[in-house]
């Protein structure tokens, strides 16, 4: 099994996250436009003056319209000034925004078309034709049926246009004859040879729109899990990433875990991860992290949205700070006892205790206010319909943070071992260090069954109080029965424990602001997947 775990508005509105594809697409597309068209307003503008005052317009087809050359090729500046104007002064809904580009990308494509029959003869505008179709049709996101229609236009319009104009225009029949004449060739010819080049131009554009569109539309898909909005990446490590996402509609902030199932555990992986995630969304302690919502992603993907946490988790406080006072450990062990005594009230173990598991936030002005994580790996003990979900020979947790009976395979694990788990969290963040750090994971497991940890005051010089270092041992039993027996037994302890200068929420709210200023504050899921300092904690496959 692999785990996925671990905006100012600028002139021209590009797509941003928005609630639905064609909102997406209308927003591109309205950002898209006012660039081009105001790129276009500027080229044509300075082509008009470099042609009225450098270049002389010789026309190579004598035709009463030669003296209004200047005039005719000035309608380029108008039709892009037009449609600058039109898209600048207001918002328009996404079908009228396509009205807009086909009517103007249209215009510009016939009129390149008329001036090359009326004024340049025999000569075929096939690359301003692609210049217009080509770059239409990779930047500017319309679907492709508009593509198609704007292709159709330009291959269509080479004939019907020489024709009207052959037809009625004097001086174009006598240069196609004066051109058969002098074997440069007939109008049938030009005709054929033209819109077969325009054809394949066209053909070309449109698939090049289908691609685009349709990777527009399955990247769309891939920032969206069911209600939620995908906005960016949090965190990201070997056990996989997290999410910072948006509710579609009330627009809550939410932090968004997928998991996804190895080849061929599909569906297995699947009802296992939506089996543990029911169990944890059933939970509502303060204490423990929310979940708002879950589903299925994909063909073996699965996700679940939970309350986004701004501060940092006890691996990280450590790592950062050093190692955590007596009174502080007692505070913060005590509202973790709290969310998993609700948890084994309702038959639930989490199985995955551990520093990056515990999270330090701020609620409602109170700081240093505790969060558990990732109930992922929770189990509910005795469940009858979870026969077959979890598979036998798996060693569940973090090797440094694992009860002996959960080593020995024992179908009795149950809330003790995760007291066992939050006695060694507790032995972390007193002295900075494990109570077993033996070279290998496997020799660190057998301590966890068979070595009896130092005491921390022999580890760390920090003073602690007897009290305490007891109650951190007594998690720490090898056998259930000898530990704390309920949370809420182990959590009166640590409250019970008397200290010269408790902690409090004065003390809290100022050690925040010196050290962790709200700037300052990551998410849940910025670097809960970073290895920590030393040897890195590998979950047992």
């Not at 087809?61 to 600048?88: E, H, K, W």
């Not at 492709?144 to 291959?155: D, K, M, V, W």
């Not at 009976?405 to 179908?411: A, D, I, M, N, R």
């Amino acid at each position: 099994m692999r785990s996925l775990n671990s905006i100012e508005r600028p002139l021209f509105r590009f797509a941003s996250t928005v609630t639905s594809f064609e909102e997406e697409q209308r927003e591109l597309l309205d950002g898209r436009l006012k660039l081009v068209f105001l790129l276009g307003f500027a080229i044509s503008l300075a082509v008009h003056f470099f042609y009225a005052s450098v270049v002389e317009l010789t026309p190579q087809v004598s035709t009463p319209l030669n003296q209004r050359i200047g005039l005719i090729y000035d309608l380029y500046l108008i039709s892009m000034g037009v449609a600058t104007a039109l898209v600048f002064v207001r918002r328009w809904s996404l079908r009228y925004l396509l009205a807009i580009d086909y009517t103007t990308m249209s215009f510009v494509v016939l009129l390149s078309l008329f001036i090359a029959v009326v004024f340049d003869g025999n000569e075929i505008p096939a690359f301003g034709i692609s210049l217009i179709l080509f770059i239409h049709a990779a930047f500017i996101p319309v679907p492709i049926a508009s593509q198609f229609g704007l292709a159709a236009t330009a291959t269509l319009g080479l004939p019907a246009i020489a024709a009207i104009c052959y037809a009625l225009i004097p001086g174009v029949q006598e240069y196609w004859a004066t051109s058969a004449a002098e074997d440069r060739g007939t109008f049938e010819t030009f005709l054929l040879e033209g819109t077969f080049q325009i054809a394949i131009l066209a053909v070309v554009s449109v698939l090049i729109t289908k691609a685009l569109y349709h990777l527009r539309r399955s990247l769309h898909k891939a920032k969206r899990l069911g209600n939620y909005l995908i906005k960016g990446e949090l965190g990201k490590g070997g056990m996989g990433q997290v999410y910072i996402a948006e509710h579609a509609l009330i627009c809550r902030p939410a932090a968004v875990k997928v998991m996804e199932a190895e080849p061929g555990e599909g569906p297995a992986s699947l009802a296992r991860f939506e089996r543990e995630v029911r169990l944890s969304a059933t939970l509502t302690h303060p204490n423990t992290i929310m979940i708002y919502d879950y589903g299925r992603g994909g063909r073996d993907t699965f996700y679940y949205a939970m309350e986004y946490l701004e501060g940092l988790d006890l691996q990280q406080l450590v790592e950062r700070f050093g190692p955590v006072s007596p009174e502080r450990t007692a505070f913060i062990l005590a509202q973790a006892c709290g969310s998993l005594a609700e948890a084994h009230s309702s038959g639930i173990v989490h199985r995955d205790v551990k520093p990056s598991n515990i999270f330090l936030t701020s609620r409602g002005g109170i700081y240093d206010f505790v969060k558990v994580l990732d109930f992922g790996l929770a189990k509910q003990i005795e469940s009858k319909d979870a026969g077959g979900l979890t598979q036998t020979g798996m060693l569940f947790g973090t090797p440094r943070y694992l009860s002996p009976e959960t080593v020995s395979g024992s179908e009795k694990v149950d809330g003790r071992g995760d007291l066992y788990c939050l006695g060694a969290v507790g032995y972390w963040m007193m002295t900075g260090k494990p109570p077993f750090d033996a070279g290998t994971c496997v020799d660190v497991i057998i301590d966890h069954v068979k070595t009896t940890p130092k005491r921390p005051s022999e580890v760390t010089e920090l003073p602690i109080p007897a009290e305490l270092e007891d109650i951190v041992l007594r998690c720490l039993e090898k056998k259930p029965e000898v530990r704390f027996q309920t949370a809420l037994e182990l959590e009166s302890a640590l409250k019970s424990v008397p200290f010269a200068e408790p902690w409090t929420r004065k003390k809290a709210a100022e050690w925040w602001e010196l050290h962790l200023p709200e700037s300052s504050r990551q998410p849940v899921g910025s670097a809960s997947f970073e290895e920590p300092s030393g040897k890195p904690e590998i979950p047992v496959p």
